[in-house]
């Protein structure tokens, strides 16, 4: 797992940090979190601390169900997700960009799916977590 810029266990993050680190990324953040708030049911939002040598993670769950985990880097973010063998499986017919495609391949398949990380800096980067994202939501 990546770590987190945000490490320190004793103070919880906000927007406002969380801004400041990603700068000029915060608004591909923000339109995630927006994104998946309108898309999904019951979106609940959690700030999870993974101890000192991973720091704070924010995780967006639906209906008990882990949806992204969004990991602040400097200038960037991370999105991790899960994607179960008939997800990969739809994916592999989306039409997703090949470098995607090759970090969904590399990943080891896992009893819960495969855990896949994307670092976002560019709005085409979102467009494909979004796809991906609805992928694992109706599979």
Known sequence: MAVSILVDKSVVPDSGMVAAV????????DELVTHVNETYPNV???????????????????????????????????V??????????????ANL?????EVIRAATPHVEGRSIDIDITL??????????LKIKYEN
């Open 123 to 132: 709005h085409e980067q979102l467009e494909v977590i979004k796809s991906l």
């Open 80 to 93: 991790r997700f899960v994607l179960g063998e008939r997800a990969v499986a739809c994916a592999e017919t």
């Open 97 to 101: 960009p090949k470098e995607i495609m």
């Open 22 to 29: 990603l700068a000029d990324s915060y608004p591909l953040w």
């Open 44 to 78: 609940t939002e959690e700030w999870k601390h993974y101890g000192k040598a991973f720091g704070w993670t924010f995780k967006l769950i639906s209906k008990k169900r882990n949806l992204l985990f969004l990991v602040p880097l400097e200038s960037c973010f991370r």
